[in-house]
T-cell receptor
Framework: DADVTQTPRNRITKTGKRIMLECSQTKGHDRMYWYRQDPGLGLRLIYYSFDVKDINKGEISDGYSVSRQAQAKFSLSLESAIPNQTALYFC????????????FGPGTRLTVL | RKEVEQDPGPFNVPEGATVAFNCTYSNSASQSFFWYRQDCRKEPKLLMSVYSSGNEDGRFTAQLNRASQYISLLIRDSKLSDSATYLC?????????????FGAGTQVVVTP
């Protein structure tokens, strides 16, 4: 079984709808991250959490919210989806530390019509 | 200016040849450097960390030049399976552990 899983893997929704993307991990890592990837751009950090009680905004948090339900679960919500939120979304985890490799989930392809 | 810049490519490489490419970063306080590999629309995976003294992992060699603020990746004896996008990744400074800045990637296509 994959260490980092994301659901759904693909989602098509309409403008104005609320949508939640879920991430679960079995790696036992404290740190979790949400990124989005757009063609021609690097991954951009949306939100990150260094432990269950710690939530921080990344560089592009507007229009998104997150919830860290447990060490293993970190969900991303789009309160009112808009077309420019169409992207590939990745969840990642890492251990605490400086040279901390991040392990990514398989991604969720989201299309907002 | 982007924090991490890469030549998008593609670098078309005959099988067995050597290919090398660089990445420049703008934050002089960055402490950690990585190369990730991403296959088409799949998740990025760590290829190798980049250490100050340079490091090698099989056919892959990574170098760091702090003075000029760039890192490089060299692939020797290219295999068809090396075809992928290579992401340059840099942390955002000493007080930003865990916060990484990703380049947009360099595409490598290895041809028979």
């Amino acid at each position: 079984d994959a260490d980092v899983t994301q659901t759904p893997r693909n989602r098509i929704t309409k403008t104005g709808k609320r949508i939640m993307l879920e991430c679960s991990q079995t790696k036992g890592h404290d740190r979790m991250y949400w990124y989005r990837q757009d063609p021609g751009l690097g991954l951009r950090l949306i939100y990150y959490s260094f432990d269950v009680k710690d939530i921080n905004k990344g560089e592009i948090s507007d229009g998104y919210s997150v919830s860290r339900q447990a060490q293993a679960k970190f969900s991303l919500s789009l309160e009112s989806a808009i077309p420019n939120q169409t992207a590939l979304y990745f969840c990642a985890t890492s251990e605490t530390g400086s040279y901390n490799e991040q392990f990514f989930g398989p991604g969720t392809r989201l299309t907002v019509l | 200016r982007k924090e991490v810049e890469q030549d998008p490519g593609p670098f078309n490489v005959p099988e067995g040849a050597t290919v090398a490419f660089n990445c420049t970063y703008s934050n002089s306080a960055s402490q950690s450097f990585f190369w990730y590999r991403q296959d088409c629309r799949k998740e990025p995976k760590l290829l190798m960390s980049v250490y100050s003294s340079g490091n090698e992992d099989g056919r892959f060699t990574a170098q760091l030049n702090r003075a000029s603020q760039y890192i490089s990746l060299l692939i020797r004896d290219s295999k068809l399976s090396d075809s992928a996008t290579y992401l340059c990744v840099v942390n955002r400074g000493a007080d930003s552990w865990g916060k990484l800045q990703f380049g947009a990637g360099t595409q490598v296509v290895v041809t028979p």
